[in-house]
């Protein structure tokens, strides 16, 4: 069983930057994909970057495209969200997910359904 566990919210400037990490545990092989996800409060849920661990092909939504940027660290088993140029409308709760699969696209998939395990939220804050 795959399990994730988020970290690195806080609250920044407008203009800041954080990096929010994602260290999963258990059994991970390469045909997995790991998204970030966020929720904004009386939002939908919104994928916001993807990376396919076989071919670290990596997806953004167009709202992070250019500002954020996915990584990871295979000897920490660890998935990296750095996000640059923070805007007051990234405030969210955000989420990082497990899917099997090749494509960084799937966190595009209607209600992330692929996504079987989930970590804690953290919460980032953007002030004006």
């Known amino acids: 069983e795959v399990q994730l566990q988020a970290s690195g919210g806080g609250l920044v400037q407008a203009g800041g930057s954080l990096r929010l990490s994602c260290v999963a545990s258990g059994f991970i092989a390469d045909d997995y994909v790991i998204g970030w996800f966020r929720q904004a409060p009386g939002k939908e849920r919104e994928g916001v970057s993807g990376?396919?661990?076989?071919?670290?092909?990596?997806y953004y939504s167009d709202s992070v495209k250019g500002r954020f940027t996915i990584s990871r660290d295979n000897a920490k088993n660890t998935v990296y969200l750095q996000m640059n140029k923070l805007k007051p409308e990234d405030t969210a709760v955000y989420y990082c997910?497990?899917?099997?699969?090749?494509?960084?696209?799937?966190?595009?998939?209607?209600?992330?359904?692929?996504?079987?395990?989930w970590g804690q939220g953290t919460l980032v804050t953007v002030s004006s």
């Open positions: 990376i396919a661990l076989s071919r670290e092909n990596t």
């Open positions: 997910a497990a899917a099997r699969g090749r494509s960084a696209r799937l966190i595009t998939a209607p209600a992330a359904s692929p996504f079987e395990s």
